[in-house]
Protein backbone atom coordinates (compact mmCIF):
# COMPACT_ATOMS: atom_id res chain seq x y z
CA UNK A 1 0.00 0.00 0.00
CA UNK A 2 0.80 3.77 0.33
CA UNK A 3 0.38 6.69 2.35
CA UNK A 4 -1.05 10.11 1.23
CA UNK A 5 -0.11 13.18 3.24
CA UNK A 6 -2.11 15.85 3.97
CA UNK A 7 -1.11 19.06 5.94
CA UNK A 8 -3.37 19.59 9.33
CA UNK A 9 -4.25 22.70 8.93
CA UNK A 10 -5.16 25.75 6.25
CA UNK A 11 -7.00 28.54 6.22
CA UNK A 12 -7.96 31.23 4.35
CA UNK A 13 -10.02 34.62 4.38
CA UNK A 14 -13.61 35.07 3.01
CA UNK A 15 -13.29 35.49 -0.54
CA UNK A 16 -9.55 34.08 -1.02
CA UNK A 17 -8.06 31.40 -3.33
CA UNK A 18 -7.25 28.55 -1.24
CA UNK A 19 -5.37 25.53 -2.13
CA UNK A 20 -5.00 22.39 -0.04
CA UNK A 21 -2.84 19.52 -1.28
CA UNK A 22 -2.05 15.96 -1.43
CA UNK A 23 1.06 14.31 -1.86
CA UNK A 24 2.16 10.43 -2.13
CA UNK A 25 3.87 7.99 -4.89
CA UNK A 26 0.75 6.68 -6.03
CA UNK A 27 -0.03 10.16 -7.45
CA UNK A 28 2.20 9.85 -10.15
CA UNK A 29 -0.07 6.69 -11.70
CA UNK A 30 -3.27 7.45 -10.16
CA UNK A 31 -5.84 9.96 -9.83
CA UNK A 32 -7.05 12.11 -6.12
CA UNK A 33 -10.40 12.35 -5.17
CA UNK A 34 -11.37 14.39 -2.86
CA UNK A 35 -13.93 15.05 0.16
CA UNK A 36 -15.35 17.70 2.24
CA UNK A 37 -16.47 16.46 5.48
CA UNK A 38 -18.32 18.91 8.31
CA UNK A 39 -18.50 18.29 11.86
CA UNK A 40 -21.56 15.60 12.68
CA UNK A 41 -21.95 14.91 8.98
CA UNK A 42 -21.18 12.35 6.53
CA UNK A 43 -18.18 12.81 3.68
CA UNK A 44 -19.69 14.46 0.90
CA UNK A 45 -17.51 14.13 -2.77
CA UNK A 46 -16.26 16.87 -4.44
CA UNK A 47 -13.58 16.24 -6.78
CA UNK A 48 -13.16 12.87 -8.71
CA UNK A 49 -10.85 11.65 -11.14
CA UNK A 50 -8.91 14.47 -10.43
CA UNK A 51 -10.73 17.81 -11.43
CA UNK A 52 -14.48 15.95 -12.39
CA UNK A 53 -17.09 17.87 -10.14
CA UNK A 54 -20.11 16.00 -9.26
CA UNK A 55 -23.45 16.94 -10.21
CA UNK A 56 -24.17 19.70 -7.32
CA UNK A 57 -20.89 20.92 -6.30
CA UNK A 58 -19.78 24.88 -6.96
CA UNK A 59 -17.88 25.46 -9.70
CA UNK A 60 -15.21 27.24 -7.07
CA UNK A 61 -14.06 23.70 -6.12
CA UNK A 62 -11.50 22.00 -8.62
CA UNK A 63 -8.85 20.15 -8.94
CA UNK A 64 -5.33 19.43 -10.60
CA UNK A 65 -1.80 17.21 -10.41
CA UNK A 66 1.61 17.53 -10.74
CA UNK A 67 4.00 14.19 -10.12
CA UNK A 68 3.46 13.23 -6.80
CA UNK A 69 1.28 16.14 -5.95
CA UNK A 70 -2.98 16.46 -5.99
CA UNK A 71 -4.44 20.21 -5.41
CA UNK A 72 -7.93 20.72 -4.36
CA UNK A 73 -7.96 24.66 -4.75
CA UNK A 74 -11.14 26.44 -3.66
CA UNK A 75 -11.31 29.95 -5.96
CA UNK A 76 -13.24 32.06 -3.34
CA UNK A 77 -13.72 30.83 -0.18
CA UNK A 78 -17.05 31.18 1.49
CA UNK A 79 -18.01 30.87 5.23
CA UNK A 80 -19.80 27.30 4.40
CA UNK A 81 -16.52 25.86 3.00
CA UNK A 82 -14.88 25.74 6.36
CA UNK A 83 -15.06 21.60 6.52
CA UNK A 84 -12.05 18.60 6.77
CA UNK A 85 -11.09 17.82 3.33
CA UNK A 86 -9.67 14.26 2.43
CA UNK A 87 -7.82 13.03 -0.42
CA UNK A 88 -7.90 9.37 -1.71
CA UNK A 89 -6.45 7.35 -4.37
CA UNK A 90 -5.68 4.01 -5.31
CA UNK A 91 -2.55 2.57 -3.72
CA UNK A 92 0.59 2.11 -5.42
CA UNK A 93 -0.74 -1.51 -6.67
CA UNK A 94 -4.38 0.07 -7.95
CA UNK A 95 -6.37 -2.66 -5.58
CA UNK A 96 -6.39 -1.02 -2.37
CA UNK A 97 -7.83 2.46 -2.04
CA UNK A 98 -5.74 5.04 0.32
CA UNK A 99 -6.66 8.18 2.29
CA UNK A 100 -5.13 11.01 3.34
CA UNK A 101 -4.63 12.22 6.66
CA UNK A 102 -7.07 14.98 6.52
CA UNK A 103 -6.82 19.35 5.99
CA UNK A 104 -9.11 21.36 8.72
CA UNK A 105 -10.26 24.63 6.50
CA UNK A 106 -10.60 27.74 8.26
CA UNK A 107 -12.30 30.16 6.41
CA UNK A 108 -11.58 33.55 8.25
CA UNK B 1 -33.91 9.18 -4.31
CA UNK B 2 -30.51 7.41 -3.71
CA UNK B 3 -30.03 6.31 -0.24
CA UNK B 4 -27.58 4.70 1.55
CA UNK B 5 -28.60 3.75 5.72
CA UNK B 6 -26.65 1.38 7.75
CA UNK B 7 -27.64 -0.45 10.84
CA UNK B 8 -26.34 -2.97 13.01
CA UNK B 9 -23.80 -0.79 15.11
CA UNK B 10 -23.62 -0.85 18.89
CA UNK B 11 -21.12 -2.03 21.69
CA UNK B 12 -19.40 -5.29 21.52
CA UNK B 13 -16.52 -6.56 23.97
CA UNK B 14 -13.11 -7.56 23.06
CA UNK B 15 -13.04 -10.64 21.01
CA UNK B 16 -16.64 -10.32 19.88
CA UNK B 17 -18.33 -9.64 16.54
CA UNK B 18 -21.24 -7.58 14.75
CA UNK B 19 -22.39 -7.84 11.69
CA UNK B 20 -23.37 -4.55 9.96
CA UNK B 21 -25.77 -4.04 7.10
CA UNK B 22 -26.30 -0.97 4.66
CA UNK B 23 -29.61 -1.10 2.82
CA UNK B 24 -29.15 0.77 -0.85
CA UNK B 25 -32.11 2.70 -2.14
CA UNK B 26 -33.09 4.60 -5.53
CA UNK B 27 -30.16 3.17 -7.96
CA UNK B 28 -29.35 0.08 -9.20
CA UNK B 29 -27.29 -1.37 -6.89
CA UNK B 30 -25.84 -3.97 -9.08
CA UNK B 31 -24.57 -1.70 -11.21
CA UNK B 32 -22.24 -0.28 -8.70
CA UNK B 33 -18.71 -0.83 -6.62
CA UNK B 34 -19.61 -0.55 -2.90
CA UNK B 35 -17.21 0.38 0.13
CA UNK B 36 -17.20 0.37 3.91
CA UNK B 37 -14.68 2.86 5.64
CA UNK B 38 -14.67 4.03 9.02
CA UNK B 39 -13.97 7.04 11.41
CA UNK B 40 -12.38 6.64 14.63
CA UNK B 41 -13.31 9.74 16.82
CA UNK B 42 -11.19 12.49 16.05
CA UNK B 43 -9.87 10.70 13.54
CA UNK B 44 -9.46 10.62 9.79
CA UNK B 45 -11.14 8.47 7.14
CA UNK B 46 -10.36 4.84 6.53
CA UNK B 47 -11.31 2.74 3.72
CA UNK B 48 -11.68 -1.07 4.57
CA UNK B 49 -12.92 -2.99 1.98
CA UNK B 50 -14.80 -3.24 -1.40
CA UNK B 51 -16.99 -5.30 -3.59
CA UNK B 52 -17.88 -5.29 -7.28
CA UNK B 53 -21.41 -5.32 -8.34
CA UNK B 54 -21.48 -8.79 -8.53
CA UNK B 55 -19.41 -9.73 -5.82
CA UNK B 56 -16.65 -11.59 -7.35
CA UNK B 57 -14.24 -8.69 -6.83
CA UNK B 58 -13.02 -7.72 -3.42
CA UNK B 59 -10.75 -6.05 -2.06
CA UNK B 60 -9.65 -5.48 2.07
CA UNK B 61 -7.09 -3.24 3.56
CA UNK B 62 -4.28 -4.65 6.00
CA UNK B 63 -6.50 -3.45 8.88
CA UNK B 64 -8.99 -5.63 7.73
CA UNK B 65 -7.91 -8.49 5.96
CA UNK B 66 -8.27 -11.91 7.95
CA UNK B 67 -10.97 -10.27 10.57
CA UNK B 68 -13.61 -8.54 8.27
CA UNK B 69 -15.52 -10.03 5.47
CA UNK B 70 -17.62 -7.73 3.24
CA UNK B 71 -20.31 -9.04 1.16
CA UNK B 72 -23.37 -8.16 -0.66
CA UNK B 73 -26.73 -9.48 -1.77
CA UNK B 74 -28.19 -7.78 -4.97
CA UNK B 75 -31.78 -9.13 -4.68
CA UNK B 76 -31.94 -7.56 -1.11
CA UNK B 77 -30.14 -4.48 -2.16
CA UNK B 78 -27.47 -4.42 0.38
CA UNK B 79 -24.19 -4.93 1.43
CA UNK B 80 -22.40 -6.19 4.22
CA UNK B 81 -19.80 -6.44 6.63
CA UNK B 82 -19.22 -9.10 9.17
CA UNK B 83 -16.52 -8.26 11.46
CA UNK B 84 -14.87 -10.62 14.44
CA UNK B 85 -11.95 -10.44 16.58
CA UNK B 86 -12.75 -6.94 17.40
CA UNK B 87 -10.13 -4.89 19.36
CA UNK B 88 -10.61 -1.37 21.01
CA UNK B 89 -9.22 0.50 18.27
CA UNK B 90 -11.86 -0.73 15.88
CA UNK B 91 -14.10 1.58 17.93
CA UNK B 92 -15.58 3.88 15.17
CA UNK B 93 -18.22 5.37 12.81
CA UNK B 94 -18.63 2.79 10.02
CA UNK B 95 -19.86 4.01 6.71
CA UNK B 96 -20.68 2.35 3.26
CA UNK B 97 -20.54 4.08 0.50
CA UNK B 98 -21.46 4.03 -3.30
CA UNK B 99 -18.19 3.81 -5.64
CA UNK B 100 -17.19 5.32 -8.56
CA UNK B 101 -14.30 3.66 -10.21
CA UNK B 102 -12.23 3.42 -12.95
CA UNK B 103 -8.42 2.39 -13.34
CA UNK B 104 -7.18 5.78 -12.62
CA UNK B 105 -9.43 6.42 -9.84
CA UNK B 106 -11.57 5.04 -6.61
CA UNK B 107 -13.59 7.40 -5.49
CA UNK B 108 -17.49 7.35 -3.32
CA UNK B 109 -19.64 9.38 -4.44
CA UNK B 110 -23.04 8.42 -2.09
CA UNK B 111 -22.56 7.92 1.77
CA UNK B 112 -24.87 6.77 4.33
CA UNK B 113 -25.08 8.91 7.85
CA UNK B 114 -22.72 5.77 9.55
CA UNK B 115 -23.37 3.36 12.33
CA UNK B 116 -21.22 3.79 15.05
CA UNK B 117 -19.75 0.59 16.70
CA UNK B 118 -17.92 0.80 20.49
CA UNK B 119 -15.31 -2.10 21.32
CA UNK B 120 -15.22 -1.97 25.14
CA UNK B 121 -15.19 -4.23 27.73
Known amino acids: SSELTQDPAVSAALGQTVRITCQGD??????ASWFQQKPGQAPVLVIY???ARPSGIPARFSGSSSGNTASLTITGAQAEDEADYFC???????????FGGGTKLTVL | QVQLVESGGGVVKPGGSLGLSCAAA????????MSWVRQAPGKGLEWLAY????????YYADSARGRFTISRDNAKNSLYLQMNFLRADDTAMYYC??????????????WGQGTTVTVSS
Open chain 2, 97 to 110: ARSVTSYYYYAMDV
Open chain 2, 26 to 33: GFSFSDFY
Open chain 2, 51 to 58: IGGSGTTI
Open chain 1, 26 to 31: SLRSYY
Open chain 1, 49 to 51: GNN
Open chain 1, 88 to 98: NSRDSSGNLVV
